[in-house]
């Protein structure tokens, strides 16, 4: 059975940094693209950024951009997100998701496999 799994989340004050991980089980890692998504209280979950099968594809979120990095390490069957100068917008639960596809999406649809997610909140 596919699991991803998130940490890495937590509280930090506005300015701050986290790193996120998500490690993924019982799959093809290298053959998945990848993707970050988020859901705040209240409001639709969201795209983050994605990265392709082997990295050299990346996309984000205008919202995210210049602040946030995805990577990879297909040896390690890992996905990290860095997050940088956050803001309490940023607050959410992140979730990781895995997709069949060449080069990188944001469009949850695409998405096969879904974590359970991680909490990150950002206090002004």
């Known amino acids: 059975q596919v699991q991803l799994v998130e940490s890495g989340g937590g509280l930090v004050q506005a300015g701050g940094s986290l790193r996120l991980s998500c490690a993924a089980s019982?799959?093809?890692?290298?053959?998945?693209?990848m993707g970050w998504f988020r859901q705040a209280p209240g409001k639709e979950r969201e795209f983050v950024a994605a990265?392709?099968?082997?990295?050299?594809?990346?996309y984000y979120a205008d919202s995210v951009k210049g602040r946030f990095t995805i990577s990879r390490a297909n040896a390690k069957n890992t996905v990290y997100l860095q997050m940088n100068s956050l803001k309490p917008e940023d607050t959410a639960v992140y979730y990781c998701?895995?997709?069949?596809?060449?080069?990188?999406?944001?469009?949850?649809?695409?998405?096969?496999?879904w974590g359970q997610g991680t909490q990150v909140t950002v206090s002004s």
């Open positions: 990265i392709s099968w082997s990295g050299g594809v990346t």
């Open positions: 019982e799959l093809i890692f290298s053959r998945y693209a």
């Open positions: 998701a895995a997709a069949v596809l060449w080069g990188a999406s944001s469009n949850p649809e695409q998405y096969a496999y």
